[in-house]
């Protein structure tokens, strides 16, 4: 969006007139913020917090000012919250996130759930009118913040949180055990990684390995794009924490409401249907061969699998094979150590999964997410159809089916690797529709694997 030069004509105007640059720079965007947030279409009317998420970072750099730093323990309270904001800060003191917009499906919530940060979306506050206050009460799980909790409701408050504990604790017993249904059938549970420094905390044999590195975080918020040494570190590290056990890497997921500068196309029109994941990989070649490359000589160190995001055509994924083919040719050629990993694709387009049969994948997992959110024709990011985002939907329920039912019969391996695949309500239809690989956020593995063995609360 920095590139688009209509967005500071403004500003620059202001600047020739005098108008200290901080100034000119925040009066500019704020005109434009309030231009989109007024906006008739639901979906601009999402993309303000982007811009005003533009105008703070780069006010931070004209007046050398590092973003504030909120408390331990703080919960965050705002109209919404971009995933840069939210990967910027350091949860491993605890805190939440209070919303008055959002969207329980968003990627900041998805990245919420994933460090099991409670947050709540969609609260009927007026901002303006909130107080500094020392304590309050965040309830993620009900969806409930109270900004002035008296001595009972905190006292329930804390009740409420005991039980959740002895729940917790319930679950706990099923970490380190395999996941097996109730009859006694083995389902794979596998973990999401959004940056490396989640599995510091964590040990290896509560999973059956990694069944998705989101590799976005290697080009967010950098002043460059990371070169292939940097890349090759990252997915090494991660290949050696699972120890023996697959690792299924996907390829940059940018576009959408994941932008990377230099990178994403400024302003299209509907960027969950413009040039993201493969399609943009595939107009950004060189980018897409160092990927290639540094994955390769990674798979040399454990099993790695390279997953394709957004596929829409087979020949997105010809194209894609044929890249790889060609960068491993070219490792081999210069003595450095490599594997040809295997090549699958997430079926997330219904188009995909609708003919599964003509993507000739080595493997396929299922996106949920985006899935839904394309059968359901409901944005992901935007509140007010959050209700009709629901993986629950007999139409997305029957493309997983579909997609699980063709990889049994071809002998091809199926996961899914969605928000879908840690919810207790959606773990028994995933099972049901044929789902026996589960990949979710590490927070949400004990309660899974008993949901999977049939745990009921006692």
């Known amino acids: 969006m920095l590139g688009d030069d209509a967005l500071a004509e403004a500003a620059f105007a202001e600047i020739e007139e005098g108008t200290p640059v901080d100034k000119a720079w925040v009066a500019a965007l704020d005109g434009q913020v309030a231009d989109y947030a007024a ?75 994933a460090r099991g940060v409670p947050m709540v979306v969609g609260l009927d506050l007026d901002l ?66 959004a940056e490396p420094a989640e599995l510091d905390r964590l040990d290896p044999e509560i999973c059956d390995g990694i069944g ?11 002043s460059e794009l990371p070169d292939e040494e940097q890349q090759f570190g990252v997915y090494r590290r991660i290949v050696a924490w699972a120890a023996g056990r697959p690792v299924t890497i996907r390829t940059l997921d940018a576009g959408g409401d994941k932008p990377i500068a230099g990178l994403s196309m400024a302003q299209e029109s509907n960027p969950f249907l413009g040039l993201r994941g493969i399609r943009l990989s595939l107009v950004h070649k060189q980018v897409f061969r160092l990927q290639l490359r540094a994955l390769a000589r990674a798979a040399a160190v454990g099993p790695l699998k390279i997953m394709l995001p957004m596929v829409t055509i087979p020949s997105e994924i010809t194209e894609a094979a044929t890249l790889l083919a060609e960068e491993v040719a070219s490792l081999q050629t210069a003595g450095i150590a490599c594997r040809l990993p295997a090549l699958g694709i997430m079926v997330e387009v219904p188009a995909a999964a609708l003919a599964v049969d003509r993507y000739d994948a080595a493997f ?15 944005a992901r990011d935007i509140a007010s159809v959050a209700n009709l985002n629901d993986t629950s939907n007999p139409a997305v329920l029957m493309l997983i089916e579909r997609v699980a039912r063709f990889g049994r019969e071809s002998g091809r391996e199926v996961s899914l690797c ?19 690989n589960l990949s979710m956020a590490p927070t949400m593995l004990a309660r899974a694997k008993a949901i999977i063995a049939g745990w009921q609360p006692a």
Not at 368 to 375: A, R
Not at 418 to 436: E, F, H, T, Y
């Open 128 to 193: 303006a009118q909130v107080q500094p206050i020392d304590a309050a009460l965040l309830d993620g799980e009900g969806g409930r913040l109270n900004l002035s909790p008296t001595a009972a409701a905190t006292e329930a408050f804390n009740g409420e949180r005991r039980e959740a504990a002895v729940l917790a604790g319930q679950w706990a017993k099923y970490l380190m055990k395999p996941a097996v249904t109730a009859n006694g059938e083995r389902v794979l549970t596998q973990i999401n990684v």
């Open 418 to 436: 969605g928000d879908a695949g840690g919810d207790p309500r959606l773990i028994p239809l995933l099972l049901q529709a044929g789902v026996r």
């Open 39 to 113: 906006a008739e279409d639901e979906y601009f009317r999402a993309r303000a917090s982007d811009l005003a998420d533009i105008r703070e970072r780069v006010l931070d750099h004209l007046t050398g000012a590092e973003r504030t730093r909120p408390p331990a323990g703080a919960i965050l309270l705002a109209e919404d919250m971009p995933p840069s904001r939210f990967l910027s800060l350091d949860w491993s003191a605890g805190g939440g996130i209070a919303l008055t917009g959002g969207s329980p499906t968003s990627h900041v919530a998805m990245l919420a759930r």
């Open 364 to 378: 396929y997992s299922i996106g949920s997410n985006d899935l839904t959110q394309y059968v359901t024709a409901s």
């Open 212 to 222: 998705l590195v989101r590799t976005e975080f290697l080009f967010h918020d950098q």
